[in-house]
């Protein structure tokens, strides 16, 4: 579907007050423009504009906090853009999971813990082909700053190309897929650091490959379907990979690709794909980084690097990215959203 052609289906959809569906990131920002929850930036500079930017425009709104889009940022060409705040509003969220985009609050919650309530997992599916495939980047083309990764606050320790993103990694003894929102720090063009808080799922999966004496396999997704960003953030059980959890609440299952070097999957229709091999012997510097909670939550310290072998991207590709900053911001928002249907059940239970 065209991107004229997506903004008229999602016109005619929204008059008729039905959800859209949509495909991509692309038929998303489509469907948001329609709603007049999209905001244009033009040739803001990727070194703390785009963050401080994003979090003005969040906090000088008067109605929903916009999604904002940047694009001829400086030092880089027309098209390769960044996106904040993609799931800022109640509005888009509904859109993410197909709810009524009249709900809000307390009602978008209960119309969302019904939909969880009858929620089973589809598994993805695998293909091969997709449009992420449109342009592959291996050894000497490798170029994490190839693309617009934004230095968001003047504390931070450098330019972190992971914040809404996807880090996939598979348990070698039990083989199921995960993904979670982690954080990523660029070092050079062929290498970033990667954070996990302890405890949490990729966290266990790494520490199995490496007391195996292992590198572990690794992908970063940092351009994708916003619900599989809401669905990265949150707690899903252990063994159910977040893949298959995303195609039940889409509906139909996550098309994916099997990358190259790792064979783990990630998205089609992504736009920006990372792919390499964490080493347990290769430990460098990551961080500080001011952190959703709205202050830095830690200081520099040695952490597993990604050497990267191959970078797949979409023409004139979005790099997604989360402004964190003092609740409530996009990331604060979706999480509390989800937090709330699943807190509501567990005490009705009780």
């Known amino acids: 579907m065209t991107a004229l052609e997506a903004r008229k289906f999602a016109e005619k959809e929204i008059k008729a007050g039905k959800t859209p569906s949509y495909d991509d990131l692309r038929e998303w920002l489509e469907i948001v423009e329609s709603l007049g929850e999209l905001k244009k930036v033009d040739g803001a500079d990727w070194n703390l504009e785009m963050g401080t930017l994003a979090e003005l425009i969040a906090r000088e709104s008067k109605g929903p906090v916009p999604a904002v889009l940047f694009d001829n940022i400086k030092d880089y060409p027309k098209g390769y853009r960044a996106l904040f705040a993609q799931n800022a509003s109640f509005k888009r969220m509904a859109l993410d999971l197909g709810l009524p985009l009249d709900l809000s609050g307390l009602d978008l919650v209960r119309v969302f813990r019904q939909k ?23 050894g000497k083309d490798v170029n994490l700053l190839k693309f617009p990764v934004p230095f968001m606050h003047e504390l931070d320790g450098g330019r972190f190309i992971g914040t809404a993103c996807l880090v996939i990694t598979r348990d070698p003894d039990e083989g199921w897929v995960n993904f979670g ?33 292992k590198r572990c396999p690794v992908i970063v ?24 959890y995303a195609g039940g609440l889409k509906g139909r299952p996550i098309e994916v690709i099997e990358g190259k070097a790792t064979g783990l999957p990630f998205p089609a229709h992504a736009e920006i794909v990372i792919e390499g091999f964490m080493d347990p012997k290769d430990v460098q510097k990551e961080g500080p980084f001011g952190e959703w909670t709205g202050y830095y939550a830690s200081s520099t310290r040695p952490e597993p690097v990604i050497q990267v072998e191959n970078i797949y991207h979409r023409n004139e590709p979005i790099l997604c990215c989360a402004r964190p900053g003092r609740p409530p911001s996009d990331y604060s928002l979706a999480k509390c959203f989800v937090k709330s249907a699943l807190i509501w059940d567990q005490v009705e239970k009780a």
Do not use: T
């Not at 996990?196 to 999966?205: E, L």
């Not at 997704?221 to 298959?244: A, H, K, R, T, W």
């Open 116 to 138: 969880l309530a009858a929620h089973k997992p589809i598994p993805h599916k695998v293909v091969k082909s997709g449009p992420v495939l449109e342009n592959v980047l291996s």
């Open 181 to 213: 929102a982690y954080r990523g720090m660029v070092h050079n063009e062929k290498s970033m650091a990667l954070y996990i808080s302890p405890g949490k799922h990729g966290s266990i999966q790494r520490r199995k490959w490496f007391e195996q004496g």
């Open 221 to 244: 997704c940092v351009g994708q379907d916003p619900v599989l960003f809401m669905v990265s953030g949150n707690e899903i059980d252990y063994g159910v990979s977040e893949f298959d």
